[in-house]
């Protein structure tokens, strides 16, 4: 199922950047929307903003598609857009002291603030939220957005294995995370 | 969790959990895993963390979702704007347009001096006012006035920002 929505998704990549046009772009759009907003919205947007930032984001991809040398690295390319827009909108944010802070981020995935609930999952979210931003991206792009070690190596343009043991180290410190946090429960039952 | 005194390293690990293992190794890794006490423990804990990871980022995804109704008015706005963008402006408007872009960092009087070169050397008796036929031309002439003037930079931000512009017949 996962691999048929990824072959979809291929073709529709395939398809606008074979011909950009209105068209296809509006199904590139279809696909794509969901992923940048989800990517804004766990780095700390709020719905209004990580609109905003989504389609500036799109009209960048509209707009710039000629300068993707590598049509096999579209998924590396879109979220160095993505995460250059929201970095320059944190930079822009920063310069009026009002930086997202991480319970902000904690509301916003646990459904407190303006956000959608994750249901019964609240603890991974705050771990997630209490994470370095950098974490916290790798974690985002490798599990949530399911990009593979190497397309992430190249968005970041860092070494494929300094990805892949930060991820493990990532996964350790979760496990670690949880042990503690199952510890205060074993002890009362 | 602390590395195994048995010497199974980070990057078997790695390898065994993210499938990048050639058969052979993955056979030799679960051998292994098999007879040490210690990495099987190991092993049955990441395994169990890899799934949980993989059932919250399910859950993240599906609740993180935009409506169909957001992704259209989404969708409809930005193609708007784009048509917008892409509608055929009118030169002398296009001309405006370049001098306010060039006049913060090459001055009043060089955007000037730069356009009015530009323009005469894209002109002629035949053709003398610019349009949608030789407004390339007339980009191409700036670019280059500008080169020697205010460096390639300049340049080739006059060439990209002229050559986006639409300009009417």
Known sequence: ?189 | MTPSPCGFADVDWIGLLEGTLDTASVHRAMRHIDRCGSCSAQYRELQSWSTLLARESERLRASLTMSEADTDRLLNGMLAQLRRDSEPRPPRQALLMVHLLLEPFCGMGTARASVSLAVRRSTSLREPDLNGRNWPVFVSNLSDTLASVCGIAAARLARRAGSLLVVSA
């Open chain 1, 1 to 189: 199922m996962q691999l048929l929505s990824e072959l979809q998704e291929q073709n529709v990549i395939d398809g606008f950047l074979s011909s950009p046009d209105e068209e296809s772009f509006r199904a590139l759009f279809r696909v794509i929307t969901p992923r940048v907003f989800r990517y804004l919205r766990l780095h700390g947007c709020d719905h209004g903003l990580a609109e905003d930032l989504t389609q500036e984001v799109m009209m960048a991809v509209y707009t710039q598609n000629h300068a993707l040398r590598d049509r096999a690295l579209f998924r590396p390319w879109l979220f160095r857009i993505v995460r250059n827009v929201w970095l320059q909108h944190l930079r822009h944010e920063s310069r009026q002291v009002r930086l997202t802070d991480v319970q902000t981020l904690a509301d916003i995935l646990t459904g407190g603030a303006g956000g959608n609930s994750i249901g019964n999952g609240p603890d991974f979210s705050r771990w997630l939220a209490a994470l370095p931003h950098g974490d916290r991206e790798l974690i985002v792009l490798r599990y949530i957005e399911g990009l593979e070690h190497h397309e992430i190596a190249s968005m970041l343009n860092r070494p494929i294995g300094t990805v892949q043991w930060k991820i493990f180290q990532l996964k350790r410190k979760l496990a670690a995370h949880f042990r503690q946090a199952d510890q205060p429960q074993d002890k009362s039952s």
